[in-house]
């Protein structure tokens, strides 16, 4: 065990912690966080995604130790049920879910790559989200949000 | 945690109506120190199981079905809000906790919006409380009630509006003490004003905000975290586990091991998984895996139980003296649910009773067998639905829900346990492979005259229902037996009206038994065949249970009929199709994609190159649930074999539409999955293990994927019970993307999953 600083959605929290433990359990469990989920725990599926320095990276195999002091963004930090971000209202005005699970990878993959890519094409788009998955095959509404949300970045 | 001291027959019959705060309720905190009782059987007929409305006018419903991402929370608000005419804000709908709602059996079959829409259930029991409160305000009022209106949860005089009476001064906090009212008129269609909008999902915003608590969020005061050890290989029983190797690891509580199941018990998630990575368990063999390369042919050998759905017998003699005899064999792999959250429960079980939060599908049932797992009284158990990842089907919720009961129960302490992905993909109840024989005969003028069918469907185990626990992994582990397989052959003559539950009958043929024709088409001579067979691995619902398969089958088969004489597949399928709404869906989506009538394939077909083509594949789900269609458009890449689905239109008929937009949401999800399994969805397996065990192993489109346009032709009909709509796309995409193949080459996929290998295989052995 050993001492770590994390920085999540501006906040900074002091933890006790084997440095090897993956990001993921350190926010659900230690952080009480949803938006992070376990999916797969191989980065195979996007849903433990968080924001790390501006990139998108699966929380589920980054050790906790290698994070420290690094900014985090969780699904948490973009927006909130009363004030959501614009591509959390873009995903809202789609309807663009069934079950709901995917979400937060699917919006931290698109965000994290549309602030560093606003002009980025359709199928730019699809590539960056080429590891995430929705087995609800709710695709065609998300990437409708997701193209809402890269036009509203472009006005 | 304190056990408090209510339960829901005290509700009952207390003077209270059943209100639940509109916090959180079915999470940690309340939920958990809430006494069950026994309740089960028939859904209750009392109106104060179902509705209660608060002193503040707010109404609380108690639902048997529950949200599982198919939007089912939403449509059953939206059905409280318009039978008892109040805003959708002001309705708050508890699901599926045994405690405290009525027992409506399992959420599946796409049956749970028709049960709660059609029958003396949750949209009856709406109705019958606003005609309770209308004869209250009558009274109240002193004004008949044919004088009076409803309007935003109040009641006023028509000819003076000013004279009103609200829902929560009329019944507030008090109960109804009245039987659901089956004569309680039901909101007329033309004046609906929540009901057939487009109401948006309610969770959505606590979703995408992060804010929502699926069961995977839920946490307990003292909760611990396990994860199990699954046989590493299928029937391999324990021999030894040796403690040793985990002792003194950081965090580890205990090691769990009861008959042939294995878990630890740990403070932290991640010191549970290094524990149960690191245990040292010794394993049997197991009993070996017919090979996955001769599967399909391994299952003719097999003995069977044999079921005839219909049976004509003149088919044979049929066949004998036809003009010409068309056959051709489908086959059809495992498939996973593959749910995006690996299963999660957290049971509380101390001493003599246990609380499980659970994903289930199933709660009251699961409260059963969750009770003959523990060795409890059944009283003595609670389950509480708490929403997990899409499940589409018997995933491991149910399986999960036994693990952490068992460990909750060895530690004396609330435990949560969430399955690693490897076990997951051993733990599910797979959708089930098939093999399917058909054969159809002509007459000179090519017509058919007879079709015969002929399947072999592999199963073990199944949902757990009440009684059966060992229908899944771990019940099996801790020494319960999956429902026997009892071999019958031959099949007995099918009895009362036709079932076609399973839609084994095909769409053209009568379906006539004892007499009564209740299929959809006019062929008369018909034979349809089922041998259930046992299977190796776990079988279960997946999302259209056989009726994806037994579709695919009879959808190609048709289209190849209909190219063999030549003739348009949507112009041979009307000619045999008598049920004018499954019809009327044929030509709305054939309409709706610009169908040209002619043959398949495509004249002038080109060999070489990308090749381009449309097919159409129909079904009246399970018979009676639901009218479907669709037209797929494919790119057919010659070279390399890969299938481009470009476009799909569904044509969709499930009576009255409750929801357009979430309607729509479950057809484009059900059309996109479904063409997954159609391309590459494949459960795969050695000679003792299933090495399907993760997203590389199991192939599924991902978000990058080139997924098609999805359009969607609705029929609302406003004066029919209403259908299910979860299963009903998915059902006919695979035949439709394989129809569009053949039209776009000439190559004939009788397969599924139609990968590269394969259609290069069959562009190979084109004429």
Known sequence: MSVITLRVNGRSHTLDVDPATPLLYVLNDDLHLHGPKFGCGLAQCGSCTVIVRGEAIKSCVTPVGNVSGAEITTLEGLGTVDRPHPIQRAFIDEQAAQCGFCLNGVILTAKAFLDRNPKATDQQIRQALSGVLCRCFTHVRMLRAIRKYAREMAI | MTQAAFSR???????GALIVSFSMAGTAGEAGAQRPTPFGGAP????????????????TAYTGKSELGQGLYTAQTQLIAEELVVPMARVRLVQCD??????????????????????????????????????????????????????????????????????????????????????????????????????????????????????HDVRLPGMLHGRVVRPPAVGATLVKVDESSVRGMPGLVQVVVKKDFVGVVAEKPWQAIQAARRLKASWTPGVGLPSHGTFYEHLRKQPSRDTLTVDSKDVNAKLATAAEVVRATYAHPYQMHGSMGTSCAVADVQGDKATIWSPTQASHPLKRTAAMILGLPPENVRVIFTMGAGCYGINAADAVSYDAALLSQAVGKPVRVQLMRAEEAVSENY???????????????????????????????????????????????????PAPFRPLTPAPDPTGALNNRSNAAPSYVAGCVGGQCGGTGTVKSERVLTHTVPSPFWTGPLRAPARLQNTFAHECFMDEVAARVKADPVEYRLRYLNDPRLREVVVAAAKGAGWEARPSPRPGVSRTGVATGRGMACVLYEGHNGYSAIVAEVEVDQATGAVRVTRMVVGYDCGPISNPDGLKNQLEGGALQGASRALVEEVVWDDRKVTSVDWRTYRTWSLGSDVPVVECVLIDRRDQEAYGAGESSITVVAAAIGNAIFDATGARLRQVPFTPERVKAALAARA
């Not at chain 2, 027959?9 to 003077?15: E, N």
């Not at chain 2, 209750?44 to 209660?52: M, V």
């Not at chain 2, 079709?451 to 072999?456: I, N, P």
């Open chain 2, 98 to 215: 045994t405690s405290i709602t009525p027992d409506q059996g399992t959420t599946s079959g796409s049956q749970s919006h028709p049960e709660n829409f059609n029958r003396s259930n949750l949209a009856q029991a709406a109705a019958t409380a606003r005609k309770a409160l209308l004869k209250l305000a009558s009274e109240r009022l002193e004004v008949p009630v044919d004088q009076l209106a409803v309007r935003d949860g109040a009641i006023f005089v028509k000819a003076d509006p000013t004279r009103t009476a609200s829902y929560g001064t009329l019944i507030g906090g008090r109960k109804f003490s009245i039987p659901i009212d089956d004569s309680a008129e039901r909101r007329p269609p033309g004046e609906w004003t929540v009901l057939g909008t487009a109401v948006p999902r309610v969770e959505l915003p606590a979703m995408v905000a992060g804010e929502f608590e699926f069961v």
């Open chain 2, 431 to 481: 959708g089930s492979a098939y093999l399917i024989d058909q054969r159809v005969a002509l007459d000179a003028g090519g017509q058919i005259v007879a079709w015969d069918y002929e399947a072999w469907v592999p199963t073990l185990g199944g949902r757990p229902g009440y009684e059966t626990p060992g229908n899944i992994i771990t019940g099996l582990l801790v020494g319960f037996q």
């Open chain 2, 44 to 59: 209750d007929d009392q109106l104060d199981s179902w509705i209660a409305v608060g002193e503040d006018g707010r109404v």
């Open chain 2, 9 to 15: 027959r005290d509700f009952l019959k207390g003077s």
